[in-house]
Structures are given as structure tokens and as C-alpha cells.
Nanobody
Framework: QVQVVESGGGSVQSGGSLRLSCAAS????????MGWYRQAPGKERELVAA???????TYTSSDKGRFTISRINAKNTMYLQINNLKPEDTAVYYC????????????????WGQGTLVTVSS
């Protein structure tokens, strides 16, 4: 069984920075696309950024200049650097990954983490 666990959330003041981490573990054979989603109170979950196995990145936020996604394949980890945090960034941030395991190398399963809360005060 494989899982992903997020860390790095917390409470920060507007203008501050955070780096979120996502660590995948278990019987991992390969990880395809990884992404960060967020869900603000009363809103639907939305994609923030994604990164392919080869490092190609996609950002969907209208304010994407403040977000930087990265990954280290050898460590099965992914990061999201958020700079100049704003109150509207307050949300639970979720890690998402497509992972294949050693017993089913050709099958990629979508895995979600439990989320890490980011709270930005003005």
C-alpha cells in the first residue's frame, strides 16, 4: 500500500512564506504526475500546481508567480513554495499523486493525502 503525507502548513501573517512538503511512501515502483490542490472554507477543491515525473510544471492560480512547485524523484517527495502569502490563500492544501506499486507496475493509482492547513492572517 502506498500513501502520501503532507507537512509544512501553519499560521502565518500576510506577506510571509511557507514551504509545503509531500512525502510518498510504501511499495512504490513509480510516481507519475504529482500535484497540489487546496480547498478554502466553503469552496471546492482546486488545483494549484502540478509537476510531471520529468519536471514539467503547470500552474493554475491567477497569481501563479507566488507559487513554485518542485519534486525530488529519488526521495519520492514534492514541495510547494508559497511566497507573499495572502489571506485568500487560507485553505487546506492536499497532495495528489499517481503511483504504481511493485505488485502492479503498469497500474497508476490516484492517491490523496490528508491535507495540511495553511492560515494567513492580515
Amino acid at each position: 500500500q502506498v500513501q502520501v503525507v503532507e507537512s509544512g502548513g501553519g499560521s502565518v501573517q500576510s506577506g510571509g512564506s511557507l514551504r509545503l512538503s509531500c512525502a510518498a511512501s510504501g511499495s512504490i515502483f513509480s510516481i507519475s504526475t504529482m500535484g497540489w490542490y487546496r480547498q478554502a472554507p466553503g469552496k471546492e477543491r482546486e488545483l494549484v500546481a502540478a509537476v510531471s515525473h520529468l519536471g514539467y510544471t503547470t500552474y493554475t492560480s491567477s497569481d501563479k508567480g507566488r507559487f513554485t512547485i518542485s519534486r525530488i524523484n529519488a526521495k519520492n517527495t514534492m514541495y510547494l513554495q508559497i511566497n507573499n502569502l495572502k489571506p485568500e490563500d487560507t485553505a487546506v492544501y492536499y497532495c495528489n499523486a499517481y503511483i504504481s506499486s511493485y505488485d502492479k507496475k503498469e497500474e497508476y493509482v490516484e492517491v490523496w493525502g490528508q491535507g495540511t492547513l495553511v492560515t494567513v492572517s492580515s
